[in-house]
Structures are given as structure tokens and as C-alpha cells.
């Protein structure tokens, strides 16, 4: 690994020539889990300070591109997943990705939907509908919490099927919905301390949120909610103009 003497003069300051550095230690030069240089070292090696190198490497953490063992040092952090923003089940997301997907199921109820669920599934105030709970895993780590709700009337055996596997391609081939369509906000937000124990993150840490719609034709089948690792998940997405 060559080392690079940073300079005091011009108008870029010396954390950002460091963080330049550092990034392209992360993204070209180590892998996922390497630690990082020691602050001595970085200090040594380029000819700065102290309070020089723990500002790189804090904007390093800040982006995502560092990650900090208290004790141990500053290593690579894991890359995020990039998904397209597209019409798919977490399965076929992942698996496009080149990633195992998994799934824990943390509970299956059937109860009373709140009144913007029920009014989403066209349900009356007095229908049941099935409320399910997931952790979504892509190669054994925890990317994602999935709270859905289905129409009791619409899928009444719906608490006999497996829900370790693609939910979606079960509506489609055991009770005749396909997905042909979803709306979806997506948003970002603090992990709650219950989210952040079941994602394996500190709480308070960002996370993305989506809420989705998703139809089979007019009839809405799931209204679910989903809380993201933002260190670990991206969206991508292509804009035109028209």
C-alpha cells in the first residue's frame, strides 16, 4: 500500500486530501472487515495530526465507508446492497443481487387493522385481517423488517402457508393474486430500540422506511410496512425527463 505526503498549501484542507486517501484504501485498495491504518500510523505516513486523521475518519463513519470497534480500530465497512427501484419480492431482489435470501418469522396474528390499513385493503371496520411480521435476511445478515397486513376474507388459509418463502409468488400460484403493481413512499427515520435489536444496530441508527401498497389488478392485497438498514441497503433508481 503506497503512502502519500499531504500538503498544507492550495485550497483543499488537509482532512479532505486524507479522507481522498482513505476512501480509495476502502473502495480499491482493502476489503470488507480490513482494518484500516492506526491513527499513529496515518499520522506518520502523511505527515499530519492527530485531530487531522480522526476527522477523516469520521467522516469516513459518517458516510457509511468506515465502520469503529471500540478498542480495536477502524476497519472497512460492508457494502451496502444496491437495489432497483422495480416491482419485485425481497427474494428475487436479493437473488438478483447474487445474495441468499432468508427469512425469520416473528409472528402471526390475525387482528383489527388500523383504520388507514382497513380502508387500503377494503375492509369494514368489523373485519379481521392477518397481520404478519418478518426479518428479512440476505446472506444470514439482517437487512430489513417487514409488519404486512392481509385481508382475513380475501386470503382466509393464509396462516398455512410458508412464509419463509416468496409471499408473493404464494399469492400468485396458491390463491390466484399476482402482483402486477404497488405504490410505494419511501422515507428515512431513527431505529426504534426494537428495531435496531432485531437489525443488529445501534439504536437511533438511520433506517429506511417503506410503505407499500401492493395490487392484483384493482383488489389491494398487502399494505406493509418495512424498516431498511440504511448501512447496508440502497436504492437505485434512472430518471428521464420524460
Known amino acids: 500500500m503506497t503512502t502519500r505526503q499531504i500538503v498544507g498549501k492550495g485550497m483543499v484542507p488537509k482532512h479532505a486530501q486524507l479522507r481522498a486517501i482513505l476512501v480509495d484504501m476502502c473502495t480499491n485498495q482493502l476489503s470488507p472487515g480490513d482494518a484500516l491504518p492506526s491513527e499513529r500510523q496515518l499520522c506518520l505516513d502523511h505527515g499530519v495530526s492527530r485531530v487531522t486523521v480522526r476527522e477523516a475518519l469520521g467522516q469516513l463513519v459518517a458516510d457509511g465507508l468506515a465502520v469503529r470497534v471500540h478498542g480495536r480500530g477502524t476497519f472497512v465497512a460492508e457494502r451496502a ?6 416491482l419485485a419480492s425481497f427474494h428475487e431482489d436479493m437473488r438478483r443481487l447474487g445474495l ?3 427469512t425469520v418469522v416473528l409472528s402471526i396474528d ?3 387493522p388500523s383504520p388507514a390499513t382497513a380502508a387500503v385493503l377494503q375492509m369494514t371496520e368489523k373485519q379481521q385481517a392477518w397481520h404478519v411480521r418478518r426479518l428479512r435476511l440476505a446472506d444470514g445478515t439482517p437487512i430489513s423488517i417487514d409488519d404486512a397486513w ?3 376474507d380475501l386470503l382466509p388459509e393464509l396462516d398455512s402457508v410458508d412464509f419463509t418463502v416468496s409471499i408473493y409468488e404464494t399469492l400468485a400460484t396458491r390463491f390466484g393474486y399476482p402482483i402486477d403493481r404497488a405504490e410505494q413512499t419511501v422515507g428515512a427515520g431513527p431505529a426504534s430500540s426494537e428495531t435496531a435489536a432485531l437489525l443488529g ?3 437511533g441508527a438511520a433506517v429506511m422506511t417503506f410503505d407499500r401498497i401492493a395490487y392484483s389488478g384493482d383488489q389491494a392485497i398487502e399494505h406493509a410496512y418495512s424498516w431498511f438498514r440504511a448501512d447496508r441497503y440502497q436504492l437505485h433508481m434512472t430518471l428521464a425527463d420524460r
Open 81 to 86: 446492497h444496491r437495489s432497483e427501484l422495480r
Open 100 to 102: 441468499e435470501p432468508g
Open 110 to 112: 390475525q387482528d383489527a
Open 150 to 152: 392481509y385481508s382475513a
Open 201 to 203: 444496530i445501534r439504536t
